[in-house]
């Protein structure tokens, strides 16, 4: 269909005239999707040059839940979703700038609160369908839908009041922001384009929420990334096969991805993982350990492990500092007045070895931090942010300006008192699940033994963890770690933020309860309404020298991202941002003898 | 008398590795808490009598390690350093039987740390983590040993005896507790329980635990010999003389189950002591820093642990002896137990 160029208060007509295009056009037979004349406008990326064929095997830690990117939120979903999807302006996980995807270019407009996006011409589904702006316009009215509550809306919303797009034509779609947006062009990255011919009528039934279930047929669902659905069986394997219309091409021409299929294996433990891609059934390995990475680096293979630096995962310690209810236990009221004194938890934060859990956790793989924002966010790292060595003195000197003293047994074990003459005893909780924060938890434990403080380390079943965290607040203390999915500081908002419901310390609360954190929420929400990035940067640095002044979290170390492939995989290139490996998987590909050898 | 020697000689044997847990003060050279951040992972050091020159010594000794350049677990002998074996050494305190305060340890090195079973992720001393972990665990198992024996005895012994509505009722409550879903039950439990469990408490939790979980499979094979104890003649006969049932039990039939009640006994104590690895990893266990045999197995979960420091192992290897003393003694137990055989 050509696009029509047309006035818009002759929008009868234009109705009209399309309605006979259409009839022109399309196929009276039900099913077989129009055709689309335009010239395709395929990505040429730069890299490698492979060779077609052959299949690559991914393991995964759990089956993913769905395929749907409306209601997605487990990590192996979202990874097998990132290899069937597109979105309109894509940030490149190596650079961690943006570039263009679905759509070839894109405008803001002087006051930013337009932005002007153009798609690719002859774009296609890989049902073969062509898309256009109504598929877009489509995609964003059922995220915004309130009834399919999708976990991304909030991000459409700019204090309370969604953004509005249309269309000028059917290849330009013109995004309308109630307020600027510092985030800018990166706001479109991780928004699936969702096909409006297969999804349609299911959202008007109200059922979209239900499909993309693994055992969907493959002819009933369609992306736009380079990969689709082909076979799923149950509690074994989900297979993707090449999306033959997918919109990037190498730069001889070779439309990409190179891979006939991907495969992934759903294989429930890190160390049976480790055992697969030992043995050779699986081709690339993510999330490894570090005692992990360091045998398999040992044991000589024909693999090559790459340690590809500091990544966005940051862990921390945290004092629990909500308010007490009648439910809270009196010990609990009672700990939180040393919680709430700050000079205690800088005292605390002064006493960690940071270098010993670097190097006892991670081996020497991974950074000591002392901010939220890791190494490996080069962009807004604060390089002004003080990086204080452990120093017992000087966690002594700030404990004796709060109050505390000491006294020492017989046997030399000292310990140390508060005002009222109590001992200093509290628990600290982890995932049993998760031995790195363990291991740290232990290492603060002896660490802080060292000011006379008991540390009991407690570990607790993930989910009631979280529970006790987020929800009945009986806990003393918390290790915990998460990860950024980006690079913008904006993905963190729901941390920073005293409404926040992840501002672990004391979630979800109505009014800032320090006046700290009122001025962190004000930090937090005028970068995100600032237009340009020093301005951005600026405010955010501010916000992390509060938090490091005040200590409400107390940062401890960032692993790094520990990868690994078959020497056969070609342009493996292990990115920082998740997905790590799998980023550029329309560009991996298999050298040559080896396509011969998994057939 | 055969039996009889065997018998003190087994004794011998598990009172002799017993003392060595029970005084793990004494023969654990470090603090099982203290860590050695610049070693982790340090391999057991080699005790030599003969040095590099072939010079022979009458101490022995073993040369210092230290890390290799640019790696983290990899450890090279530092040829230069030897360090003599000291006896009888002034050390860490400790409290002798959590009674009498104390410096003295069997063996140890001047100025630096010796490593006999090598060190754990921390560094921390590996055998000394081993003796003072046989206490915890050694006992706790013993102590839950002693208690579902106890309650699986009266139990079982009053169901098989009594017979009729007693019996049903019994066994069906055991039924009820091998069916429960413990690891839910146990969930449950740690929510209820205060945050923070000192070592104390934990050690008594498991007891607890361990016992409440083990009686039921006990009664009802005790139920089962009382059942045919009860029925063979001599019993008939002395009911007959006018035995009462306290008699009967105990100079009849009692002694008939000692031999299900003593093999399970030796088996439940590495069971349990196994079990407490799951108890800590529902935060249900001993609390770190304080170590425990379940403690010091569970790091051994890891793959990677498993292939690249083989001394990790050995607190296994240790605890053998201690669990072939109980199976030993548990035997010739049996064996003089049994006056009366059954002959099928």
């Excluded at chain 1, 205690?344 to 939220?372: K, M, N, T």
């Excluded at chain 2, 790091?299 to 498993?306: D, E, G, K, P, T």
């Amino acid at each position: 269909m050509k696009p029509e160029r047309a006035n818009c208060s002759s929008r009868r007509i234009v109705f009209l005239l399309l309605f006979v295009l259409a009839a022109l056009f399309t196929r009276p037979t039900a099913g077989s999707p129009p055709q689309n004349n335009s010239k395709e406008e395929l990505l040429v990326l730069a890299g490698e040059m492979g060779h077609p064929g052959g299949r690559l095997v991914v393991a995964l830690r759990a089956e993913p839940k769905t395929l749907n990117p409306l209601i997605a939120l487990d990590a192996p979903s979202r990874e097998v979703i990132g290899a069937m999807q597109a979105d309109l302006v894509h940030i490149n996980r190596a650079t961690q700038l943006t570039e263009p995807a679905l759509a070839k270019s894109w405008k803001i407009s002087p006051d930013g609160l337009r932005y002007t996006l153009v798609l690719r011409s002859g774009l296609k589904f890989s049902d073969g369908y062509p898309l256009d702006a109504d598929d877009v316009l489509f995609t964003f009215r059922v995220y915004l839908d309130e009834k399919v509550h999708a976990p991304q809306r909030d991000l459409l919303l700019f204090d309370g009041k969604p953004l509005s797009l249309r269309k000028t034509d059917s290849q330009t779609i013109v995004f309308q922001l109630p307020k600027p947006y510092g985030v800018a062009e990166r706001m479109f990255d991780g928004w699936a384009i969702l096909p409006k011919h297969l999804l349609e009528k299911p959202y008007e039934e109200g059922k979209i929420a239900q499909l993309g279930a693994l055992a969907t047929r493959p002819n009933e669902w369609a992306g736009l990334g380079p990969f689709r659905l082909k076979e799923y069986v149950a509690g074994q394997r989900l297979v993707l096969e090449r999306n033959p219309y997918f919109w990037k091409a190498d730069e001889k021409g070779n439309r990409l991805p190179y891979l006939n299929e991907l495969v992934f294996l759903f294989v429930p433990s890190a160390d049976a993982q480790v055992l697969r891609f030992q043995s050779g059934e699986t081709d690339v390995i993510s999330r490894l350990g570090a005692e992990n990475f360091s045998v398999l680096s040992r044991q000589e293979g024909n693999y090559t492990m790459v340690d590809a630096g500091p990544g966005f995962e940051y862990n921390f310690l945290f004092f629990n500092l909500s308010d007490p209810t009648e439910k809270t236990p009196a010990e609990i009221v009672q700990r939180q007045k040393w919680f709430r004194e700050a000079k205690f938890r800088q005292a605390v934060s002064a006493a960690i070895d940071r270098e010993a859990i670097v190097r006892l956790v991670y081996q020497g793989r991974g950074a000591p931090l002392w901010g939220l924002v890791t190494p490996g966010n080069r962009r807004w790292q604060d390089e002004k942010l003080p990086h204080p060595p452990r120093s017992l003195d000087r966690a002594r000197t700030l404990l004796k300006e709060a109050g505390f003293s000491w006294t020492s047994a017989s046997d030399g074990e000292i310990t140390l008192l508060d005002s009222g003459g109590k001992p200093v005893e509290f628990s600290v909780v982890t995932s049993s699940s998760n031995a790195d924060r363990a291991k740290m938890a232990t290492l603060i434990q002896d660490d802080l033994k060292q000011l006379g403080m008991r540390v009991a380390v407690v570990p607790l079943e993930f989910r009631s963890l979280l529970d006790r965290v987020t929800q009945t607040k009986e806990y003393d203390a918390c290790v915990l770690g998460m990860v950024s999915p980006d690079a913008d500081p904006n993905v963190d908002v729901n941390v920073w933020l005293s409404r926040g419901g992840t501002h672990l310390w004391n979630p979800s609360q109505a009014h800032p309860a320090t006046p700290w954190e009122a001025e962190i929420d004000r930090l937090i929400d005028e970068q995100m309404y600032a237009r340009t990035f020093e301005q951005r940067k600026k405010l955010y640095d501010r916000a992390q020298e509060l938090l490091r002044e005040y200590q409400p979290m107390i940062f401890l170390a960032s692993p790094d991202i520990l990868t690994g492939a078959k020497k056969s995989v070609g342009n493996f290139r292990p990115a920082v941002l998740e997905p790590y490996v799998l980023w550029n998987v329309e560009q991996l590909y298999l050298k040559n003898d080896a396509v011969n050898a998994t057939r | 008398m055969r039996g009889r020697r065997a018998i003190s000689g087994w004794l011998v044997v598990l009172v002799a590795l017993h003392a060595c847990v029970l005084f793990a003060g004494f023969f654990a050279p470090y603090d099982p808490t203290e860590q050695d951040r610049g070693r982790p992972y340090l391999p057991p050091m080699r005790l030599h009598f003969l040095d590099n020159r072939g010079h022979f010594h009458a101490r022995p000794f073993a040369y210092a390690l230290k890390l290799a350049e640019g790696s983290f677990d990899q450890y090279e002998e530092d040829t230069r350093r030897a360090l003599p074996l000291k006896f009888m050494v002034r050390g860490a305190n400790y409290r002798l039987l959590g009674l009498l305060p104390s410096r003295l340890h069997l063996f140890g090195a001047e100025n630096e740390r010796i490593y006999l079973l090598g060190s754990d992720a921390y560094g921390r001393d590996q055998l000394s983590r081993f003796l003072y972990g046989g206490r915890v665990s050694l006992f706790a198992g013993l102590l839950g040993a002693g208690v579902t024996v106890l309650l699986g005895l009266c139990v079982g012994a009053a169901a098989g005896y009594y017979g009729g509505w007693r019996d049903d009722l019994l066994m069906r409550l055991a039924e009820l507790f091998l069916a429960l879903p413990w690891l839910y039950l146990l969930f449950a439990l740690r929510a209820f329980l205060p945050l923070a469990v000192g070592p104390l408490e934990a050690f008594f939790l498991i007891v607890a635990v361990l016992g409440a979980v083990g009686w039921a499979r006990l009664a009802r094979l005790v139920r089962g010999v009382v059942l045919s104890a009860k029925e063979r003649d001599f019993v008939r006969a002395a009911r007959g003389f006018g035995a009462t049932d306290g008699y009967l039990l105990r100079r009849h039939i009692l002694p008939a189950t000692s031999s299900v009640l003593l093999t399970q006994a030796a088996i439940l104590v590495p069971q349990f002591i196994l079990a407490e690895m799951t108890l800590s990893f529902l935060g249900l266990g001993v609390p770190e820093p304080v170590p425990s045999w379940g403690n010091l197995l569970s790091s051994l979960q890891q793959y990677s642990v498993l292939v690249s420091y083989w001394w990790m192992y050995l607190p296994a290897l240790i605890m053998l002896p201690f669990f072939l003393g109980y199976l030993g003694l548990g035997s010739e137990l049996q064996e003089r137990a049994e006056p009366y055989k059954i002959e099928r």
